[in-house]
């Protein structure tokens, strides 16, 4: 537990617990194209990163910052950029480049209702499946979500440490309602927070096989310009990373992609639970919805309910495991969402036990209120 | 001759796994290749220190058989990434390499901005007035009546000039040179990369397979003869009345100018976002 200390407290906004957070994790790079509700994000990097030696630029869309963000890390920088919906869709192309090419980095979105330009000012979660999907081919992702501005923090931190450690792009997803909310939090200071690095190689240059896997499944990154001279791609690439047509390259190339993420898969899944131990029925939620889930399961208590809260920070990779436990152990479980019920379904999914799976949905552009959620919990 | 030429391969040809390379015969993009190459040995730059990175399109390839820092992008995006890349090492010498489509289609948005940007990037777009690697479609370049695999009845839309469109975006360093000119082309792209701030090398070249074979030009000399016969030189052409410049192009330098580079510039924010800080 941390301890907070007045000194460290202070009052902000979800998306100003990013900035916190990814400047703790060593982010020194941010590009990225002005967009309601994710423009706080930019307008702070650009007062924060030249502080600190960091560079921020505004691109002329959000596929330039996405390429920009791809190249300063290429060159050895921890990089973001930060969007909302429209944006999204547009810089996926590029988000399928640091897939294929192995190239970590962050990209928060900052859910708002759409389709197109959709609900600007108002919360949504309707861009989960295309935080799985949005980019084209079979691709591993890891898609972490934040529902409070503490976990704005720590789940940033997070997805720095993840990105670098697996060489994997991560996907931030917030919304409206947690960008905007202010609240009283305390940041741990920097030098209590764990920090992950990308490996770099050490050996003699002309040893150096950049895509070689190892038993983690993760090739060292050499930073352009350190020595290694290498070439990277969005083709598929052998392991010195020159474009094949090889089944048997592309067979090995493509599963070590998915290998490494299932490899550290306990790693990877973040949950969290609320007063599982005794529960008979259970709510799974994530971002800004996680919060009324936690209000409603306490209500939900008080009316003698054995109710309890799984929420779900790792979206992607699906964090089967821990709603197999809760499925397992539960009645029936409540997945409130504010989408058609984009993660009930991943949750039917993994469904194999006598548990009764409901969903409840809003697409509103209002927030799920606890006492929608209890209301359900006492029908189950 | 012979041997400087083997010499310069050896030094900057990927040997292992890389050859044959994609290209037809007599294609364009290899002078441009030897050009680039030429250019980078005359300037001494160490290979460690020199990122090319390309956009897609047979011009695309061109990074893959070179033994720098290479980085084949997506699709239009190479000037993105080759920003990343600068402002986050602003020592390395970043070159990019497109098409026409790449440059002026998909990436023209791009293109403009870091022409007014102004890093000190070189832009080299070899201008074969199509798209070849995709199978003969029209390009932003593609003159208006010529054929391509969609304009079978005639092109009915107008041609961007990539150097004169670089230039009005504010480039610092704006050429054009031709596949036909080699020699000339060798000193526009040393001179564009050593110029500070954003340099832009068009060189026109020929795609007989794609472009070629549909206009009645089915051979690479004939449209090098072409290249040769349409070009007139920057200097010549001011003193040329302009119907006499119709169905010209010009060649050489369009422009060079003195502009802040953004790196530099950028230098100073970080100098002033530290002393308000301090405040
Ligand atoms: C987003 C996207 N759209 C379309 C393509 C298909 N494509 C590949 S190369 C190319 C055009 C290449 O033409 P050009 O840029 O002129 O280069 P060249 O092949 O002539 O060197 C196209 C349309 C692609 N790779 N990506
Ligand atoms: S299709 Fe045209 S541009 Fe492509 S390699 Fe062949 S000749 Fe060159």
Known sequence: MRTPSSKNRRLLQGNEAIVEGALTAGCRFFAGYPITPASEISEMLSVRLPQVNGTFIQMEDEIASMGAVIGASLAGIKSMTATSGPGFSLLQENLGFACIAEVPCVVVDVMRGGPSTGLPTNPSQGDVMQARWGTHGDHPIIVLAVSTVLDCFDITVQAFNLSEAYRVPVIIL????????????????????????????????????????????????????????????????????????????????????????????????????????????????????????????????????????????????????????????????????????????????????????????????????????????AKL | MTKEVTKLIHKYLRHDKKFP?????????????????????????????????????????????????????????????????????????????????????????????????????????????????????????????????????????HAFSIAELAVTAGAAFVARGTVYHARLLDELIEAGIRKPGFSVVEAMSNCHVQFGRRNQIEDPVTMMKWLRDHAVATEKARKMKPDALEDKFTIGVLADLEKPIYTDEYQKVRDRAKSLARQ
């Open chain 2, 21 to 157: 390379h994609v290209w037809c015969p007599g294609c364009g993009n290899g002078i441009v290749l030897g050009a680039l190459i030429r250019a980078i040995d005359r300037l001494g730059l160490e290979k460690d220190e020199i990122v090319l990175a390309s956009g897609i399109g047979c011009s695309g390839r061109m990074p893959v058989y070179v033994d720098f820092n290479t980085l084949h992008t997506t699709h239009g995006r190479a000037l993105t990434f080759a920003t990343g890349i600068k402002l986050a090492k602003p020592s390395l010498t970043v070159i990019t390499l497109m098409g026409d489509g790449d440059a002026t289609a998909i990436g023209g948005n791009h293109f403009i901005h870091a022409a007014r940007r102004n890093l000190d990037l070189t832009a080299i777009i070899i201008n074969n007035q199509i798209y070849g690697m995709t199978g003969g479609q029209h390009s932003p370049t593609t003159p208006y009546g010529c054929y391509a695999t969609t304009a079978t009845y005639g092109h009915i839309e």
């Open chain 1, 174 to 377: 917030s919304d409206e309602m947690v960008a905007h909310t202010r609240e009283t939090v305390a940041l741990p200071p920097v030098d209590r927070v764990e920090i992950i690095d990308r490996v770099s190689p050490s050996m003699p240059s002309e040893w150096y096989v950049p895509y070689e896997g190892n038993s983690r499944g993760v090739p060292t990154m050499a930073a352009f310009g350190e020595g290694y001279r290498h070439h990277v791609t969005g083709l598929v690439h052998d392991v010195r990373g020159f474009p094949t047509q090889r089944a048997d390259e592309i067979q090995a190339f493509i599963s070590r992609l998915f290998q490494k993420i299932t490899q550290g898969f306990y790693e990877i899944q973040i949950t969290k639970s609320f007063m599982m131990d005794d529960a008979e029925v259970a709510v799974i939620a994530y971002g800004s919805v996680a919060r009324s889930a936690r209000r409603a399961m306490s209500d939900a208590r008080e009316q003698g309910i054995k109710a309890g809260l799984l929420q779900l920070i790792t979206l992607f990779p699906f964090p089967r495991r821990s709603v197999e436990s809760v499925l397992r152990q539960c009645r029936a479980v409540l997945v409130p969402e504010m989408n058609m019920g984009q993660i009930s379904r991943e949750v039917k999914r993994v469904n194999h036990f006598a548990c009764q799976v409901e969903k409840y949905n809003r697409i509103d552009g209002e927030l799920i209120r606890p006492d929608e959620i209890s209301g359900k919990l």
